[in-house]
């Protein structure tokens, strides 16, 4: 079974505080995702990665850095963390194109409050 | 740009009402199609997903038809359970885009015994 990990469950910071997010997949896939969850809009690509050091910028990725330092482990990072950053984050990974492969697997969620 | 669009925000139903949510996309390429179902306090999960035209996806007792002509992929149950309240999502992959998977912005199906 598919597995991704996500911790902390939830975060709580103050405006302009340094919050790193992590996830961690024991799948062996190559892809990793970082989403933001949010009533309204569903769900957005923040960024996405196809392997260790591989970057790509999704769809939200302002005020969001990540950083994947392994094909396990993918990282969000918010520098200077805004209440509009306020929400709930999921990270998924896949194995890439073709067949069953395309599926993603998400974690549990990090539930991130910035007061 | 690819995208997916899903009418109904929320849908609030009596159990062993029918099920219907409508799915239509737009894509550059020929995708793949999902439904994904999240129930309260997990991650999303894979339902099922079609990779052709006319192409059934189904899974405890949902089902959806690829429909390329009327770019639609919509979900429907015949006679819904409480347990099936949870948020569904809609989503495709474009073979065209990089391996990204592009979703709806989900319908709440609340289910009233």
């Known amino acids: 079974e598919a597995a991704v990990t996500q911790s902390p469950r939830n975060k709580v910071t103050v405006t302009g505080g340094n919050v790193t997010l992590s996830c961690r997949q024991t799948?062996?896939?190559?892809?990793m995702y970082w989403y933001r969850q949010d009533t309204g809009h569903g769900l957005r690509l923040i960024h996405y990665s196809y392997g260790a050091g591989n970057l790509q910028i999704g769809d939200v990725p302002d005020g969001y850095k990540a950083t994947r330092t392994t094909q396990e482990d993918f990282f969000l990072l918010l520098e200077l963390a805004s209440p509009s950053q306020t929400s709930l984050y999921f990270c998924?990974?896949?194995?890439?194109?073709?067949?069953?492969?395309?599926?993603?697997?998400f974690g549990s969620g990090t539930r991130l409050t910035v007061l | 740009g690819d995208s997916v669009t899903q009418t109904e925000g929320q849908v609030a139903l009596s159990e062993e009402d029918f099920l219907t949510i409508h799915c239509n996309y737009s894509a550059s390429g020929y995708p793949t199609l999902f439904w994904y179902v999240q129930y309260p306090g997990e991650g999303p999960q894979l339902l099922f997903r079609a990779s052709r035209d006319k192409e059934k996806g189904s899974s405890r007792g949902f089902e959806a038809t690829y429909d390329k002509g009327t770019t639609s992929f919509h979900l429907r149950k015949a006679s819904v359970q409480e347990s099936d309240s949870a948020v569904y999502y809609c989503a495709l992959s474009d073979p065209n885009s990089n391996n990204r998977i592009f979703f709806g912005d989900g319908t709440q199906l609340v289910v009233k015994p």
């Open positions: 998924a990974s896949s194995g890439g194109l073709g067949s069953s492969a395309e599926t993603l697997y």
């Open positions: 799948n062996s896939h190559n892809y």
